[in-house]
């Protein structure tokens, strides 16, 4: 059984930086073609992809977002970290992370297949 | 960036109407379009994958197709649990990107 959750402060000041863990169980990152992603989401309003680590290393960023998102993983302890820096009152949005299988690089055949319940976190001083 | 064009924003139906739902990409994609449903205060979930692919659980009702670049998702016949809202992304280029929304509501 697949399952995902995401853990971090739900209050964070505006210019500080953000660290958010994913923890998993049911897959390894270790296993050809697993790839955590985080997705955010203010609320009401749109879902919005943020990064993605694969089971390689290999990352990929949302280009907007890219100076500001540090993705990496520890697999010995089946977690995805997510820190963002220079948070922003316009940053306050649930955070999902999820995972993907994939086949190819940077390509995500089968979507995000299981999702955490994710955390809301608001950025305000 | 890929961008998602979805429509409609929000429709209002019934149960056991059938929906369609429309999503186009800015540019090839290949089949590499995902829908997900999302309902109020949870995580979205994936319905379809690569276009047509019904994800593992969710019920035959819910149905995609794909013409080049544009994208349907089809309801047959709208149950009470699918009130909510719905997502396509695309998973074909990075960054991924995620169509504006359909909010399907009485």
């Known amino acids: 059984q697949v399952t995902l959750r995401e853990s971090g402060p739900a209050l964070v000041k505006p210019t500080q930086t953000l660290t958010l863990t994913c923890t998993f169980s049911?897959?390894?990152?270790?296993?050809?073609?697993?790839?955590v992603s985080w997705v955010r989401q203010p609320p009401g309003k749109a879902l919005e992809w943020l990064a993605r680590?694969?089971?390689?290393?290999?990352?990929y960023y949302n280009t907007s977002l890219k100076t500001r998102l540090t993705i990496s993983k520890d697999t010995s302890k089946n977690q995805v970290v997510l820190t963002m820096t220079n948070m922003d009152p316009v940053d306050t949005t649930t955070y999902y992370c999820?995972?993907?299988?994939?086949?190819?690089?940077?390509?995500?055949?089968?979507?995000?297949?299981?999702w955490g319940p994710g955390t809301l976190v608001t950025v305000s001083s | 960036d890929i961008q998602m064009t979805q429509s409609p924003a929000s429709l209002s139906a019934s149960v056991g109407d059938r929906v369609t739902i429309t999503c186009r990409a800015s540019?090839?994609?290949?089949?590499?379009l995902n829908w997900y449903r999302q309902k109020p205060g949870k995580a979205p979930e994936l319905l379809i994958y690569?276009?047509?692919s019904l994800q593992g659980g969710v019920p035959s009702r819910f149905s995609g197709s794909e013409s080049g670049t544009d994208f349907t998702l089809t309801i047959s016949s709208l149950q009470p649990e699918d009130f909510a809202t719905y997502y396509c992304?695309?998973?074909?280029?990075?960054?991924?990107?995620f169509g504006q929304g359909t909010k399907v509501q009485i």
């Open positions: 680590i694969d089971w390689d290393d290999d990352t």
């Open positions: 049911g897959f390894s990152l270790t296993t050809t073609g697993m790839c």
């Open positions: 540019r090839t994609i290949n089949i590499y």
């Open positions: 999820a995972r993907i299988r994939s086949k190819s690089p940077a390509v995500a055949e089968f979507g995000l297949d299981y």
């Open positions: 992304q695309q998973s074909y280029d990075i960054p991924y990107t």
């Open positions: 690569a276009a047509s």
